[in-house]
């Protein structure tokens, strides 16, 4: 019976290859003889490797299913049953909704609830509930979008009737859609889990921290705290005596303030510009939370590459999205206080595709009309934005 050899000494768990083909090896000797050539390029040696890769492809399975224990390896249900044990669960699909779209036909028609709208990219959204256009021939209804995900569709983005409803002619949309989300995939999940170790506690740093990274639809977030008896200036931040100090993306402002007032050390005070009101449990009394939102810097990104076989002027931005996006295992950028690498971005490309020669990575603040490629400053009431259509391939 094979024995396999798996090497743990680092915590994470490998078939060891080189010991499952000296063990093959011997198990030939024992019956052909100690002298019995065993070189790849032999028959016997052929006989070998094939044998080798089978009970290597065993070992690889089990060391897979061994390492789903470890946090920084697991995913799927075994990621979501540690996740629950302090307390965090995956973010499920959400998709984009757009609220008082204004509807347009004959008097009297009826739009029944699953008709479909497109957006001038070809998205398409359904109507919520059923639609009776009025005495003028106007109606208002929510659409919600048929795929799952960030969906953008601008003001008067939704303009084509998909649907043959008769009576029903027109569609737009005054306000623009609210962006859904695509389920939180195995990498997110990961990350978030390291982020909300704390989330059963309270007081301490981390914790405030687990708890805001915890909301629904927090992306990222920079923090500081002033312990001292004197008001101090700490990463460029104004800080009161005694308080702390967040920088938030996402989430609304009332579930922000209410997890920092939650989780913060009695007695401690707040900075910030956004301030809402948060009452007392116990008493009903109003208490001011204060914190800041993000002042977005706007970038333009130049990839620069050798010329390949790939359709790399339109494979890059899709790579370089997935890092903005922190879809892809590593350090990530454009966060909340992070500084923009242009090296990392280099890097993102190549650890999705080897095979693309990326000469040089630039950046450029939008209307700045310089080009450099040295990493961006970021402060921690900043965060890095950027879009696909922002990014550009040069072949050199």
Known sequence: MADYSFLENRGVIVADTAATR????????????????????????????????????????????????????????FLDSLMALTGGRR????????????????????????????????????????????ASGGGTANLRALQDG????????????????????????PAAAI????????????????Q?????????????????????????CYYLENYADVDQTIDGIP???????????????????QALFETKTVGGGYNGAVVVA????????????KFDRPTEVILLVRVTVRESTLDVQQLIPDLVMNYVDGDIDGDVSFVVGSDVSTFEIASAINQQEASIF??????????SGVWSSDSMDINPNQIARTQRSSIQVVIA
């Open 22 to 77: 000296a063990q093959v090896e011997a198990e030939f000797r024992a019956v052909f003889g100690e002298d019995m050539p065993t070189d790849p390029a032999t028959p016997q040696g052929q006989l070998i490797t094939r044998i080798t890769e089978e009970r290597d492809a065993i070992a690889r399975n089990n060391a897979e299913l061994a390492n789903q224990i470890n946090p920084a390896l697991s995913g799927g249900v």
């Open 91 to 134: 973010r499920s699909s959400v998709r984009s909704l757009i609220v008082g779209a204004v509807l347009g036909g004959v008097p009297g028609t009826n739009v029944p609830a699953g008709s479909i709208a497109e957006t001038q990219q070809g998205e398409q959204f359904q109507i919520v509930t059923t639609v009776v256009l009025d």
């Open 150 to 173: 960030e969906i953008i569709v601008p003001p008067g983005g939704l303009s084509t009737v998909a649907s043959s409803v008769l009576g029903w002619e027109s569609i737009t949309n």
């Open 179 to 194: 962006p859904g989300r695509r389920e939180e995939n195995d990498v997110l999940l990961r990350r978030r889990r390291a």
């Open 196 to 220: 909300t170790l704390a989330l059963q506690t309270t007081s301490i740093n981390e914790a405030i921290v687990a708890r805001l990274y915890d909301i629904e639809g927090v992306r990222s």
């Open 239 to 257: 800080l009161r005596k005694h308080s702390i100090w967040a920088c938030v993306e996402g989430g609304t402002d009332q579930e922000v303030a």
């Open 278 to 289: 948060v009452p007392d449990p116990i008493n009903g009394r109003l208490y001011e939370v």
């Open 358 to 367: 990326v000469k040089k990575v630039e950046l450029s603040v939008v209307g």
